[in-house]
């Protein structure tokens, strides 16, 4: 049920007969969905959209309070949307939609606890603009989005508030308590792919590198990382520029990056247009290879180009030993283990047996343009509980390869399909899902606790 629509046609005949059915249908509500006086939990958080029509009418021109801002996507394109990050979970009563004239004629409006997989609450086939309240939604979620499918107009979608009323989860409701507890300390969420931007743009219908960004970009998470051949062929610093950059760049200071072989084959000089591109974000510590902390993890960026060097073999093990965290998780480009086309590449195997000594959970790669996990196992390759579970993933919009010879310990593979690492990350363990560029997840792990 909806209240409040505007420039909906409504004989006087029959609005004393339509106002007692509401009186009615109002008395009637109870629980969660009948919390009328639940306030607005959507005003000033973070907002992403499809698209803009321009910089005066971004995302959060939305959520900002204002009935003289809006939010407009760009014109002329189906579908559109339009989402509010409310910053953790919450129970969602309301959702009020100040639509501008470029209206929606249908629209779903969706809730989402991991910005990944959408239920509809409320869906609108007939719309015409003006004002569009959708109470009693008893919902549950972290974000909400209005996802446009039929323009109402001949331009975009553009709204000048999108308003979203409930109660934060651990908050007092005006029903009674919260039925859940507090979220818990040291959670965060990472993004991860390799092998990313080939030579194209999003003009050309078969480039793939557009549409992981877009994902990437809408999981919104703590952090990003990618596992080399960031940019394709020859990874110059005019393709960077030309290509990662109109796509994964848009949220390269939040991205965390390694480098692959395609990086090495710059015409000036091994890793010169890397280094240029992403600078002190990819050299934090004077070196191609990094550390840092996260919560309760400790993350190893290493470059696999350089694993005959002893300054990184010295360094790593040096910084695994002055470690304090209890998880550890490291990424580069070559895998030890792979069913791809490349196949298992040695020249990690060193490096493994540091990080298993070191009591490591997790290891990222790409190289291998295909989607893979193993089950935890030793640098020999032996199944062992306390061993290091491996993820190819060099799905982030390179070709893709195709599997050609199954290793032992592999328990998924996925090739054809882009998408990204979606992990999530707690003060005692980690799982993942792997999902595609159509929002689709297409494989989730097992649970492992850290070592």
């Not at 249908?106 to 309240?133: I, L, M």
């Not at 580069?332 to 959970?361: F, Q, T």
């Not at 010879?405 to 992990?423: H, T």
Request: glycine share 14%.
């Amino acid at each position: 049920m909806r209240l409040g629509v505007s420039a909906r046609p409504v004989r006087v005949g029959v609005v004393a007969a339509v106002l007692s059915l509401l009186g009615g249908l109002l008395l009637g509500w109870s629980g969660r969905a009948g919390a009328a006086g639940d306030p607005l939990i959507s005003q000033g958080k973070a907002a992403t959209a499809s698209s803009t029509e321009g910089s005066s009418y971004a995302a959060g021109r939305a959520f900002d309070g204002s009935a003289s801002t809006r939010w407009a996507s760009a014109e002329g394109k189906d579908p559109q949307w339009l989402r509010v990050d409310l910053g953790g979970s919450a129970n969602i009563s309301r959702v009020k939609l100040s639509w501008e004239s470029a209206h929606a004629k249908a629209y779903r409006v969706e809730v989402s606890a991991d910005g990944v997989t959408w239920t509809t609450v409320a869906e609108e086939k007939a719309g015409n603009g003006g004002t569009d309240d959708w109470p009693g939604l008893g919902a549950k979620g972290r974000y909400v989005r209005m996802y446009g499918t039929v323009r109402g107009t001949s331009y975009g979608y553009s709204l000048f508030e999108m308003q979203v009323y409930g109660v934060p989860d651990g908050s007092p409701s005006p029903t009674g308590p919260s039925p859940t507890g507090p979220t818990p300390g040291g959670a965060f969420t990472v993004v991860a792919a390799g092998d990313i931007a080939a030579q194209c743009t999003a003009s050309d219908s078969g480039c793939a590198h557009p549409k992981t960004a877009a994902l990437a970009r809408q999981i919104n998470p703590k952090f990003y990382l990618t596992m080399g051949d960031n940019q394709y062929d020859d990874a110059r610093l005019a393709d960077f520029r030309n290509y990662y950059d109109k796509t994964w760049g848009a949220f390269k200071a939040k991205t965390r990056p390694v480098p692959g072989n395609h990086e090495t084959y710059d015409p000036a000089g091994s890793l010169a247009g890397y280094k240029a591109y992403f600078g002190s974000i990819a050299y934090p510590q004077g070196k191609s290879w990094y550390s840092f902390d996260e919560g309760n993890w400790h993350f190893v960026a290493l470059d696999s180009n350089a694993f005959d060097q002893s300054a990184q073999i010295d360094w790593l093990k040096a910084d695994l030993a002055a470690n304090a965290k209890k998880c550890i998780a490291a990424y580069w480009h070559h895998p030890l283990y792979s069913s791809g086309g490349h196949g298992n590449d040695p020249v990690s195997r060193p490096v493994w047996k540091i990080l298993y000594g070191a009591g490591a959970d997790l290891v990222l790669n790409g190289h291998d343009h295909h989607y893979e996990r193993f089950a935890p196992q030793d640098p020999d390759g032996k199944a062992t509980a306390d061993g290091i579970v491996e993820i190819v993933g060099g799905t982030g919009g390179a070709e893709p390869y195709p599997i050609e010879q199954v290793q032992p310990n592999s328990q998924k593979r996925i090739s054809g399909d882009y998408g990204v690492l979606k992990l999530d990350f707690t003060d005692s363990g980690y799982g993942w899902t792997y999902v595609g560029t159509d929002g689709r997840v297409k494989d989730t792990g097992p649970k492992y606790s850290c070592h």
